[in-house]
């Protein structure tokens, strides 16, 4: 929610903008200071033609990722705002355990400039969820968040329950591939009251962070399932190999 123009001198005054990084002072509430804005890591070409993730510069346009060419993915393309990095993560950690709800609106920009353009009114945004209790816990659910915000700016339509948690589950930092599969095994289903809405649905599934995809792949498995004919997975941050993957949990 914006503030009304003639309000904001007033909310600078009581609330002096700063960067959420670092803490410097800035012109306005507007995102982050020059420094801070540099130590993101912003995904570009030339990258997998099915994933996005990042390829060498020698990499051919239309280049396919050894992990899609090892396994094929079931969404239909991955839209990162950034790449996961210290300066991601700390944003994250605000953001979802710092309970700095007020970054939303910064961490959807960012997410905006890699959804595709054609994501937009006749589209469906959902975000991942989460389990009820890991709810009630936090207070809300970040996706949900910056799925609003997505929703609105693309003038979508945005489904905040189109799915739910039928079970909790462990975090799943440190377990192989069977270990999660298992684990996130009938844990994640569309919610029936919406069943019709995704029989031949563009969706936009929407999370903070991406990491081994066990929890968005469980999320496009239901959503094909029930009929969705597009599912185009939207995050903040993309943990890649090579990169710091120590993550918040979820």
């Not at 605000?94 to 959807?108: M, N, S, V």
């Not at 066990?214 to 597009?230: D, F, N």
């Amino acid at each position: 929610m914006q503030l009304h123009p003639l309000l904001v001198p007033v909310a600078d005054l009581l609330f002096p903008p700063r960067c959420p990084l670092c803490g410097e002072g800035l012109a306005a509430q507007t995102g982050l200071c020059a420094s801070c804005w540099g130590d993101l890591a912003i995904p570009g070409p030339p990258c997998c033609s099915a994933c996005q993730r990042p390829l060498g510069d020698s990499a051919e346009q239309g280049a396919i990722c050894a992990p899609c060419l090892a396994e094929p993915p079931r969404h239909d393309g991955i839209a990162a705002g950034t790449l996961y990095n210290d300066a991601s993560r700390k944003l994250i950690l605000a953001f979802k355990h710092g309970r700095r709800i007020a970054l939303a609106p910064l961490l959807a920009r960012l997410m905006l400039n890699q959804v595709p353009e054609e994501v937009g009114e006749g589209w469906l945004v959902a975000p991942v969820p989460l389990h009820r209790w890991r709810l009630w816990r936090r207070g809300f659910n970040q996706a949900a968040l910056l799925a609003g915000e997505i929703a609105r700016a693309r003038g979508a339509g945005l489904v905040v329950d189109g799915l739910h948690r039928r079970k909790a589950t462990r975090t799943l930092g440190g377990l192989g591939k069977k270990a999660r599969a298992k684990t996130l095994s009938g844990a994640i289903a569309v919610n029936t009251k919406h069943a019709s809405r995704w029989k031949g649905a563009k969706v936009l599934l929407v999370d903070d962070v991406l990491t081994s995809g066990a929890t968005t792949g469980a999320c496009v498995a239901a959503l094909k399932r029930a009929g969705a004919k597009k599912v185009v997975v939207a995050c903040f941050a993309r943990v890649l190999d090579g990169l710091q993957t120590k993550t918040p949990g979820t």
